[in-house]
T-cell receptor, first 110, second 114 residues
């Protein structure tokens, strides 16, 4: 059974620092991996999608990597800003349905 | 990409009543899903809404409690029936494209049951 784990559960860093969020999954048989952002009480915003054949994707200050063989993905945020404060969710797609991790709650300190 | 709208955005309901949540997508999509997010928790899949046939429910969710309709490829409804305070959650509609299999989410419906 596929399980997705995100570490740490919560993280506070000063503004301007670079940071890395971690995601691990137990079964490498996935179609893709997706990173989302969720603001309190809101829906999810898709940040980056990495197909199983890809190693990384970049969008602005965000870079996500995928290592299927080790069952790991990282989300790198450069030059963090207070507006980056949110919960970041990792999800893998083994079939038609995606499986979520519990998320990392990120707080950027001004 | 897909743009998803949900109605209502929030509601406060009395125990024992029912609420129907609407989900509208700006393009035809094959796969449409309903999720629940209880306070402080991650997302739990309720069911896959199938166009023209009965929804496929996940373990722990039943049609009598969460009836779902999907009359076409752009619209679906989820009803939360005979509500109790334990149903207080954010309910999210989601779609996936068969091109990239990227998943998109609506803004959610925040339900409070008193």
């Amino acid at each position: 059974k596929q399980e997705v784990t995100q570490i740490p559960a919560a993280l506070s860093v000063p503004e301007g620092e670079n940071l890395v969020l971690n995601c691990s999954f137990t079964d490498s048989a996935i179609y893709n991996l997706q990173w989302f952002r969720q603001d309190p009480g809101k829906g999810l915003t898709s940040l980056l999608l990495i197909q199983s054949s890809q190693r990384e994707q970049t969008s602005g200050r965000l870079n996500a990597s995928l290592d299927k063989s080790s069952g790991r993905s990282t989300l790198y945020i450069a030059a963090s800003q207070p507006g980056d404060s949110a919960t970041y969710l990792c999800a893998v797609r083994p079939d038609d349905k995606i499986i979520f991790g519990k998320g990392t709650r990120l707080h950027i300190l001004p | 990409s897909a743009v998803i709208s949900q109605k209502p955005s929030r509601d406060i309901c009395q125990r024992g009543t029912s609420l129907t949540i609407q989900c509208q997508v700006d393009s035809q999509v094959t796969m449409m899903f309903w999720y629940r997010q209880q306070p402080g928790q991650s997302l739990t899949l309720i069911a896959t809404a199938n166009q023209g046939s009965e929804a496929t429910y996940e373990s722990g969710f039943v049609i009598d409690k969460f009836p779902i309709s999907r009359p076409n490829l752009t619209f679906s409804t989820l009803t939360v029936s005979n509500m109790s305070p334990e149903d207080s959650s954010i309910y999210l509609c989601s779609v996936s494209t068969r091109v990239s299999y990227e998943q998109y989410f609506g803004p959610g419906t925040r339900l409070t049951v008193t």
